[in-house]
């Protein structure tokens, strides 16, 4: 089972469209995939039609008073699961506070189906705190998006020493362009400039560009590639995942 | 509500919980129940379309003995493969593309449903079980965030005298209570559910052959030569074929078996059986040696190029193009021989002969020698044969005689295995495991001598073609690999005989027979 967490200190850079578009096709590929929704804004589960409700929230999770296979709900998609998100995350680090190895509880959790996903995506909620902390140590690979504007980048630097400095085995850091609008001068110098800046960290080659047919997502309640097949969007998430899939 | 939704395939990552036929096995019509469900979801046609589905299994049926079906559905829109599981699990999709039938796992698209079929099927091939063309309905039912909560499939047949129609209720993981509350709905309408088995292809063996100990022995042996003959007409085509490796091999050892029988049968068998069909089997055997002699190298690689230690796999590349070269030779005139107008014959008239001796079971002097008489007399020789060889075999004995011996036990096996049903069961099993123990160490002897020496001439003839330095390293360090094997297996020979003999072994064979 490989982990993916789409990850950004900020919030509004396309983690959770990242989230749903990869997930949708790497279940389309054949694999089993399990998205987590771990926002309590729930993004990710209104965007597959799902209630965003956990049966005893999320301390019942944490805890193990319910196991994490009663809470998953199947996506209208093939091979493609969801465990929803529920209000109560927002509580999430005072429930992992209370648990043993408080850093390591989320990938505890996701190791009782291991057996059941081959791919599994963590969307995360833009913030550093013990959720952080859990994901860094439960992902094997980070996925970053980065709006390309200065703030942006100052953030991605904050983010790596994060990761630097956790303890145990740390993520591979991937990230990648999101809402670029080459148009704007400020965001193609700095795709130009990145990878020079950030000689240590790999940047995907993959630009997701700005459009219009990513915030229809919302409204339309389904991945790119089901109502937007051939369009430019759907190509970017597919070059994306390419460039990130497991072998 | 009914809408229709198109461009969207059928389901998966779904518990089927229930499979609904109607009530009279005939069609079961759309309209009702449409308009039933649509009392209590948003009924959306998700599709409707032909689809191919092309049933899949190997030639032993191991997918069905472990509880998967594998099919692969073909509609206008795609293609793609599909795995079930009897377990309640959900079950495993994968899109596919210009899959051709019979092949190997290994064609089946990397991920998940490759991996479920692989290890089952081993090394067989997967073949067409059943192809059939079916007409798919998907309803989706949803709620009222237009979420899908359950999912019906109705497959009906697209020509006369093809299965009834079927109705499946789709659990979505979450959505139990919706799956069962469409049940409920659809048995309302009069649908009734199919059992778990019902349908269900069976695999069974050939009839176990009861007989008193008293009856002819030509008749046991004529049932078992029967069964022999079946395998080899069985296995043909795929042999013919080269589905894979398995059918020369099931066909030798149907060969071997019907070789042993006549030999443990000719105090009671027609003196035609020896001096016709004794050799006519022996070519037959010949015949095959040479190609399954190559598969076993073949299927052997990938283990062997897991001893290199000095040398990279890679290195052995040109040994595995000289055997896939040999083989496809050898295989022609495999093919040839089983074409030939003597094969033919051979197939024709043994039929003829052992329906003959099946309307007149008779014996060499004329009188009837008793099924147990013959079990008794072949296991007490068979068995004193082993006795014999294994006390001659010393730490110096030369390969040969550990060969000798080896076909001995395989004698005693098969004479374990023909006369079966005069045999008490239990004390069989457990001579059967006893002898196992012994032929296992013998065989692990005899296939690392086998390998030893093919590998050496096959240096030679490699050296002679051009092939590099360091194809014949890695092979010396294979032939290092198999030495060893070959002493362990010597060391181990002589606890495992003392096992065979040892006094409660000596009594059980004599209570089956052997010891007397």
């Known amino acids: 089972m490989k982990v993916f967490a789409t990850y950004n200190i900020k919030g509004g850079v396309g983690k959770t469209s990242t989230a749903v578009n990869l997930a949708y096709l790497a279940a389309r590929e054949g694999r089993r995939t399990l998205l987590w929704d771990l926002d309590p804004q729930a993004a990710a589960t209104y965007m597959f039609r799902v209630r965003p409700r956990v049966k005893g929230g999320g301390h019942a999770l944490v805890t193990r008073r319910r196991p994490i296979e009663a809470a998953l709900k199947a996506t209208d998609f093939d091979n493609l699961d969801l465990l929803p998100a529920d209000f109560s995350y927002r509580n999430m680090d005072l429930d992992l506070d209370d648990t043993k190895k408080r850093t390591r509880r989320l990938g505890q959790l996701l190791h009782s189906v291991a057996d059941d996903y081959d791919v599994v995506f963590l969307d995360c909620p833009p913030s550093i705190s013990l959720v952080s902390e859990n994901v860094m140590h439960a992902a094997d690979t980070l996925l970053v998006p980065l709006i390309p504007a200065t703030l942006s980048l100052r953030t991605f630097d904050q983010l790596t020493r994060f990761v630097a400095d956790s303890a145990g085995p740390r993520p591979d850091v991937v990230a990648f362009f999101s809402m670029a609008d080459r148009r704007k001068r400020l965001h193609r110098d700095v795709i130009e400039a990145i990878p020079r800046d950030h000689a240590h960290t790999r940047v995907a080659e993959t630009v997701i560009p700005a459009l219009s047919i990513i915030e229809q997502m919302a409204e339309r309640r389904t991945p790119v590639p089901v109502f937007a097949p051939n369009n430019r969007a759907t190509r970017c998430y597919e070059q994306l995942w390419a460039e990130v899939r497991p072998s | ?516």
């Open chain 2, 1 to 516: 509500m009914v809408v229709a939704r198109g461009g969207y395939g059928f389901a998966t990552m779904i518990i089927p919980i229930r499979a609904l036929r109607a009530g009279d096995e005939g069609r079961i019509d759309i309209g009702p129940i449409v308009s039933a469900l649509s009392a209590h979801y948003m009924v959306v046609i998700a599709s409707r379309q032909l689809v191919r589905r092309v049933r899949l299994d190997t030639f032993d049926r191991r997918l069905r003995r472990a509880g998967l079906t594998l099919e692969h559905q073909r509609t206008a829109s795609g293609e793609r493969v599909v795995v079930g599981r009897s377990d309640p699990v959900p079950t495993l999709v994968a899109p596919a593309k210009d899959l051709q039938w019979p092949a190997h796992a290994d064609v089946l698209p990397a991920g998940p449903v490759r991996e479920a079929i692989a290890g089952v099927a081993g090394i067989r091939a997967l073949m067409v079980v059943s192809d059939e063309k079916r007409r798919m309905s998907l309803l989706e039912l949803d709620n009222k965030d237009a979420k899908t909560v359950v999912r019906v499939e109705l497959d009906e047949p697209v020509s006369a005298g093809a299965g009834p129609a079927c109705l499946t209720v789709l659990t979505l993981r979450g959505y139990d209570e919706h799956g069962r509350r469409a049940e409920r709905i659809l048995i309302g309408l009069g649908l009734r559910a199919v059992e778990a088995d019902e349908g269900r292809e069976t695999v069974a063996g050939p009839p176990k052959l009861r007989v008193d100990r008293a009856v002819p022995a030509s008749v046991l042996l004529t049932s078992a030569l029967r069964d022999f003959s079946a395998t080899m007409l069985t296995n043909l085509p795929g042999l013919l074929d080269d589905v894979d490796t398995e059918f020369l091999h099931d066909f030798r050892v149907a060969v071997r078996r019907t070789r042993s029988t006549l030999k443990l049968g000719r105090a009671a068998l027609p003196e035609v059986m020896r001096t016709r069909w004794e050799p006519e089997f022996k070519w037959l055997g010949d015949l095959t040696t040479p190609v399954r002699d190559l598969d076993v190298y073949e299927l052997a690689l990938p283990t062997m190029e897991g001893w290199l230690m000095a040398a990279d796999a890679a290195d052995l590349e040109p040994l595995s193009r000289f055997l896939r070269r040999r083989r496809t030779s050898e295989r022609r005139s495999l093919v040839r021989g089983l074409r030939s107008a003597r094969f033919r014959r051979l197939v024709m008239e043994w039929e003829e002969q052992l329906t003959r001796l099946a309307e007149t079971p008779e014996g060499t002097d004329g009188e009837h020698m008793s099924a147990a008489r013959l079990a008794d007399r072949s296991l007490s020789l068979a068995y004193r044969r082993v006795l014999r060889g294994g006390a001659d075999i010393s730490d110096d004995s030369p390969a040969e005689d550990l060969h000798r011996l080896r076909r001995r036990c395989k004698e005693l096996r098969y004479a374990l295995e023909v006369f079966a049903p005069v045999v008490d069961k239990g004390s069989r099993k457990r001579a059967v495991a006893q002898l196992k123990g012994l032929q296992d160490v013998l065989g692990r002897f005899q296939d690392t001598e086998v390998h030893r020496q093919a590998l050496r001439g096959f240096a030679g003839e490699l050296i002679v073609e051009g092939a590099p330095a360091e194809a014949m390293l890695a092979m010396g360090e294979l032939i290092g690999h198999l030495d060893s094997d070959q002493d362990r297996a010597r060391r181990e020979f002589e606890g495992a005989f003392a096992n065979f003999t040892r006094p409660s072994s000596q009594r059980l064979m004599h209570q089956i027979g052997g010891g007397r």
